[in-house]
């Protein structure tokens, strides 16, 4: 593996890996470069993001890009598969008019833009999206903001950037409350089904390999309630419901 240095918040690298003759991009970031956090354990946010990848890919919507724990030149870390947004595709958020929302669309907050004046944050209406929502509240996703989803050419919406997920505690912090309160559809009742029975076999032999044992039952907590509601979650009263910046 090898590349350079891209981001400096937490160190960021863009690379290449090859297997067999094959070589892709990828994102590489090491654990060494994490930047400490007063509410997630020093050294484990690569290992998060692996859960997260781990827990996408059982429920079959493949919304995170393959993620795996590689040694790299600054030592171990997490690589993922780097994902081209696609500059033709239409837009996933937008400010409108403070009386809307626009038909496609959803609210999310009134926001004071240029001037003072106010206006709408909505969110596309779009079942990629909805299925991220629901990915995002069985993750316990602290940090959903609009530049950790990619548009691709291959017609998909990708989410990235997991490395503050699987809190024991609710962190959920998303721009997407527009479906807050509504009922889950039956595509999405019959993957959390398939999630609540493998949390308890393979795939939660594999997320407690990142997670503590009390990360791992709230996980099942939060998908045995979103099957009891039957609706998505309301933002939460004692924890910004919003992450900062929303973009």
């Known amino acids: ?30 654990v060494r470069g994490e930047r400490p956090l007063w509410d997630f354990p020093d050294g484990t946010l690569a290992g998060r993001e692996v859960a997260a990848y781990e827990l996408s890919a059982a429920s079959g919507w493949a919304l995170v890009p393959p993620t795996v724990l590689r040694e790299g030149p600054f030592g171990p870390g997490m690589a993922q598969v780097w994902v081209e947004p696609d500059p033709q595709a239409g837009p996933i958020l937008a400010l409108q008019d403070p009386e809307g929302p626009e038909p496609g669309w959803l609210p999310v907050l009134r926001a004071e833009v240029a001037d003072g004046r106010e206006a709408l944050l909505v969110h596309a209406d779009d079942q990629r999206l909805r299925r991220m929502a629901v990915l995002d509240a069985v993750l316990n996703n602290a940090d959903r903001k609009g530049g950790h989803l990619l548009a691709a050419a291959d017609g998909r919406i990708y989410g990235i950037d997991h490395g503050v997920t699987f809190a024991a505690s609710g962190k959920l912090r998303t721009l997407l ?16 089904e398939r999630l609540a029975a493998e949390l ?20 099942r907590r939060r998908t045995a309630e979103l099957l009891s509601t039957g609706r998505h979650p309301l933002p939460s009263q004692e924890w910004p419901s919003i992450p900062w910046p929303p973009v």
Do not use: F, I
């Open 177 to 192: 409350w527009g479906w807050a309160r509504q009922p889950l559809t039956e595509e999405a009742v019959a993957v959390l």
């Open 1 to 30: 593996m090898h590349g350079q240095l891209t981001e400096a918040s937490n160190t960021v690298l863009y690379c290449s890996v090859a297997l067999a003759g094959v070589s892709a991009p990828c994102v590489y970031k090491p």
């Open 200 to 219: 308890d076999g393979a795939l939660g032999a594999r997320l407690a390999e990142h997670l503590t044992p009390a990360e791992l039952t709230a996980a």
